[in-house]
Structures are given as C-alpha cells and as structure tokens.
C-alpha cells in the first residue's frame, strides 16, 4: 500500500520568488533588519550607520502605477515551457532557443536557470507610438491573462489593445509594462554583461530614468545614436531619421575595455605604412607621443629621447608615456621619427594592426551607426519572404551584428538574450555572424504570439501571429546557410560543430494541478477535492512536459540533454544534464517503482532523484531517502 504523505522533499512548483529569495539572503547579512518576512528600511539605514531622513523633498522616480508593476514582480509564475519538436531544428542537439509566450512570465521561468549566464541582452520594446503597446499586465493573474491574449482559453478574450495617448497614462502605462521586464532582464546578465535597448524620442527619457533605477547610473556606458534613414519625410518643424540605442553594464567597474573587429575599410583608410616588421605585424598606423592640452601636467612625462641623429628631442610640454616605456618601444623600433618644415624632430608611435602574436588589433566603437538602415531590414523581409510587408519596419540583422561585435565574443558561447524578438532579425544576426567568424554564440529569443492583422499581408499568407514569422525566418536563414556551405570543404578551425538550429518552447499551464479551493465549507467536497490531489498531475500529461517543467523549475537550462538511461517492462529512467553548470539529476515518472529499475543507477548522497510520491512504498521511499537526494512531485 503506498503512502498518502510525502517522503522526500517536495519539488517546486513555481517559479521563484524573486523577492522572497533576496529576502532571504539579505537575511543572512543583517537578521535585525527583516521581521515577519519584511525589511524594515529605518533600521536598515541605522544598521548602516545613516541617519534617517524624514524629509519629504527628496528626487525619486515614480509614476501612477509603479506600485503595482513592483507586485507584478512578486508573483511566482505558475505557468511552464512546453517543447515543440515539430516546429524545431536539429532539437536534440541544438542549444539555441526561441519561447512562443508573454515575455514577463517566461522571464520569471528564466531566472533560476539562467540566472547570471546572459553575456549581452538586445531588445526593440514598444517605443509607444500609441497603437505598438500590446503589453497589458495584471498582477492578480499574470498567466490568465496571456492564456487569454493568446487564445489559449478563450478566442474572443484576447487582449491586443493600444496605449492611446487619451488614456490619461501614456507613459506611466509604459513604465509599467518595461519596469518588471528590466528588472527581471538585469538578474539573468553576466557580472560583465551589457544590455543594448532600442528606443525613440518618445520614451527615451524616461527609459533613461528607468535603467537608472534598475542598473544604476553609474552603470550606463552610452546612448548610441542609429541613423535609420537614408532621408526623412516632410515634417512640420525637423525631419528625424535617428533613433537610439541606450547601452548599460551589469556591472562597469568589472567590464573590460571594448573592442569590436576592424573591418577592411577601416583597415585601408588608417594602416597605410609598412616596415621591417610587416610579415609578423602587419601594417602600422602613428599618433603623436606628445600629449595634448587636455592632458594634466605631470612633470615625469618631461624627459629627452635620443633621435635617429644623436640629437635630444624634448616635448614642448610632456610625453604621453612614463619614460620606460618609450625606452622600451625606441629598443623595439616602435616609434617613428620624422622632421617637420622647422627641421624639429616629432616623435610618433606605431600602432601596427598585430601584436606580437600576429592577432588583428580590434578597434574602438563608435556611438553613431551611420551605415545601416531600415530599408536594409526590409529588404531582408523582401528577400526572405517574398514581400516587405510580412512584418513592416524590421530592425535589421546588420545593426544586430554592430551590437554583437561590441557585446560578445566569437570565442566565448555567449548567450544572447532577446526578449522582443519581433521577426526575429537578432536570430539571423547571431547565426550569420557565428557562419562567418567562427563563433559560438547561443540565441535565447522570446516573442508573443501577438495577433497579425487581419487585412495584412501576414495573415494572408498564413502567418496569423508574429512568432510564426520570427520561426519560419530562421527557418529559412539555417537553410539558406546550409544551402551555401553544402559541398563546400569545411576550411574554419571550428572545433565544434556549427550549430544551426533551434528549439521552440511555448508558455503553458503547468503540468501540476492548481488548487481551487471548495466555495462552501463541505467536509464531503473538501474530501472530494482532496482526492484529486494524490496525483498532482494534471489530467492527460506528457512524459517530456512535466520532464523539462521538473528541470526548468529546479534551475536547469533549456538546452539540458534528456536521455532515457534504465528501462525495465515497469519503469522507464531518465537523465537530464545541463553541461554548463555540470549537474545532472534523474526523473522517473510510472506510477510505481521497482527497486530494480534504479539499482543500476548505483545512486548515492550526491545525486538528485525525482519521481512521484505515489509511486514509492514508505520502506522504498525510507530506504530511498537514505541513498540519495530524494525529490518528490
């Protein structure tokens, strides 16, 4: 007979509580400060040593509804990512990611797993033109909401709807929809991960206030300005052809200096000299050794260098190198010395485009992006698609690639995160540049299922919401790649196989049961509703579903390897292993378990086993217990 009661500790559910789990680090620091569950900021500020200050005149930033977009962020999800094969490439094997679902809840599903593994975030959000916002949050019952928007529950309570500027909330409805978004975003960045935002005038602002807040200004790099336009329409007062693109750090102070590719133009127009050197090192480019006016005087920066003549060369106020340092480079013939019309010695230094391994010198970023423009993303759509109004207004993959190049590394498997994936071009971006550098890089794209219109070209087409056109894209950018390499000999040093495909998710009801609850309070239906619940899965639920939910929740990414390791007539064991945290754990889902089918398994202290209580005699759950990690649904 098998127990009613739980032997092993129980599995979670939800989602983390984000704030309950800050809560309870921050508890380990200061106990004084947290009671009944709550942080109590006076004696937080007394802890620290500040006096409190009760006066009302302080900045702050805040907006109608602030309180609740922080609520929002309160709530566990209860919602999972259901796998779709069918709608995938190579899914077994690939590691990159696109999630069909509302961002905010799939972030909240992202954030045990994902937590600090993100190298560079790009997102195009809403600018909130009036008809583009679609986001309408509802604290009570997030993942009501998206069931509903997404047709899910009920086809006529779909919630598209705009932010008009008469709504009385223009921006703070906005705020609200980015706020939690953000917050959740900065939790999944690596420690010297960067975040790249697309934004127009019109909440540029107060973007800037709310990245402020979350990342902390002391953490904003630059706001780079993106002419998308080859020339404006006629407007009434200036013709704008720029948006922006505002830049933060996880964390500046452990960010290492950027640098991007330098590319062919680049390298024509600037290293133009050669010498002795140019085998190994490539041509060089020069800049003055002498400091200019902005410098600050510093009186060890004056000092003689001998020149090719015997003669002394003095700066006219300081050099820009300590004197070892310039001694080092005359030894290593890295300073060029040339006359002026005064017959004066100037000294420069040589830049070559090597170092002394012979890689290519990078070169700095800009923060104007004057190259690439809207009608180059639509072109893409044009190309891909066969009409340009598939999805109007692409970013383009090329402005993407610009980002990467100063975001990630082709060495490094960077993940990168998109949240408003729209068509998809961060996608192309990623897989094209990985095609033609070598690189690794890993997508991890989330879009909704938003509606397509139902006069657009879109929905005649067969494309009836914008995930399926971000899907089919990189579709048909994998088999383009692949078309063009096929046959070819593969002359890369890749020393893993280029990865060219992709895994669909898509938000869902969990696979446990939700409790409801009796309205009356009848012992008999209490009982009744009780009964259900000694098998907390849901009604008709799949092996793989309740599978990735089990490792989704426990903190295991979603380009885990699942792999069946035991099978018996009874009993069926699986493995699942994320490679990049090197843990693993093992889920068997029958009804009842032999002790056969999972003595091959040799378990001990340090392995994770999961299954379902009832499956388990009191003995064998004991015994169980003893051997291994026991987790139990």
């Not at 129980?10 to 947290?34: D, G, H, M, W, Y």
């Not at 007062?237 to 590319?263: C, E, F, G, N, W």
């Amino acid at each position: 007979m098998t127990s009613k009661q739980p032997r092993g500790e129980p599995i979670s559910k939800t989602a983390p509580n984000l704030f309950a789990e800050r809560i309870e680090e921050f508890k380990q620091f200061f106990p004084e400060v947290v009671t009944e569950g709550k942080v109590d900021f006076d004696k937080m500020k007394m802890a620290l040593g500040e006096e409190i200050d009760g006066k009302p005149e302080r900045y702050t930033f805040t907006w109608a509804g602030k309180k609740d977009a922080i609520r929002l962020l309160q709530v566990p999800s209860r919602a999972t990512l259901i796998p779709v094969k069918e709608e995938s490439i190579n899914f077994d094997i690939t590691q990159n990611i696109f999630i069909e679902g509302d961002n905010l809840e799939v972030l909240k599903l992202l954030w045990k797993p994902y937590f600090g593994k993100v190298k560079m975030i790009y997102i195009d959000p809403p600018y909130n033109t009036g008809e583009d916002l679609i986001y309408h949050d509802d604290y009570t019952d997030p993942l009501g909401t998206y069931l509903m928007l997404s047709g899910q529950k009920d086809l006529e309570g779909n919630l598209l709807t705009s932010n008009p500027e008469t709504s009385g909330r223009f921006h703070s409805t906005w705020l609200s929809m980015i706020y939690p978004r953000l917050f959740l975003a900065r939790q999944l960045l690596k420690e010297d991960g960067l975040i790249f935002v697309s934004i127009d005038d019109t909440e540029f602002a107060n973007l800037r206030l709310v990245m402020n807040e979350i990342f902390g200004e002391d953490n904003f790099i630059a706001s780079i300005v993106w002419k998308k336009r080859y020339q404006g329409a006629k407007e009434k007062y200036l013709v704008a052809i720029h948006d922006y693109i505002v830049l933060y750090a996880r964390d500046k102070q452990i960010l290492p200096p950027i640098y991007i590719p330098s590319d062919k133009e680049y390298i024509e127009q600037y290293y133009t000299n050669k010498d002795e050197m140019y085998e190994i090192r490539g041509p060089y480019r020069t800049q003055p050794l002498e400091a200019g006016k902005s410098m600050g005087d510093r009186k060890n920066l004056a000092y003689p260098i001998p020149a090719p003549d015997g003669t002394e060369v003095w700066p006219k106020r300081q050099w820009i190198w300590e004197k070892p340092r310039v001694m080092k480079a005359l030894d290593r013939k890295e300073l060029e010395f040339s006359r002026g019309k005064d017959d004066k010695w100037t000294v420069s230094i040589k830049q070559y485009l090597k170092n002394e391994k012979g890689e290519v010198r990078g070169s700095k970023a800009f923060t104007i992006i004057d190259n690439i423009y809207t009608q180059h993303g639509t072109a893409e759509i044009t190309e891909m698609f066969g009409d340009g109004q598939i999805f109007p207004f692409p970013k383009p993959s090329g402005l993407i690639k610009t980002l990467l190049n100063v975001g990630s590394s082709a060495e490094d498997e960077d993940i990168i995160l998109d949240f408003f994936a729209g068509s998809a071009p961060s996608a192309q971006a990623i897989l094209e540049l990985n095609h033609e550098d070598v690189g690794n890089r890993r997508f991890l794209l989330v879009q909704l299922p938003e509606l397509t219109p139902e006069d657009s070209v879109a929905k005649k087409e067969g494309y009836d919401t914008i995930a399926e056109i971000g899907k089919e894209r990189i579709r048909r950018v994998i088999a383009r790649i692949n078309k063009e390499t096929k046959g070819k000999m593969n002359l890369t040093s890749r020393e893993a196989p280029e990865d060219l495909g992709f895994k669909v998710f898509k938000l869902g009801e969990s696979n446990y049961r939700p409790w409801v609850g009796v309205e009356d309070k009848d012992p008999e239906a209490y009982a009744k509703q009780m009964e259900l619940y000694l098998d907390p899965l849901i009604e008709g639920w799949q092996e793989e579903n309740v599978i990735y939910e089990v490792a989704l929740k426990e903190g295991y990414s979603l380009a885990c390897i699942i792999e069946k390791v035991s099978k018996t007539p009874e009993n069926t064991v699986w493995k699942v292993t994320d490679e990049d945290k090197e843990q693993s754990f093992y889920v068997c889902l029958n009804d009842n378990i032999r002790e056969d089918a999972i003595k091959s398994l040799e378990l001990n202290t340090d392995c994770l086993f999961i299954c379902r209580d009832k499956a388990l005699t009191d003995e064998f759950a004991a015994n169980l217990a003893l051997q291994c990690n026991l987790k139990v649904i």
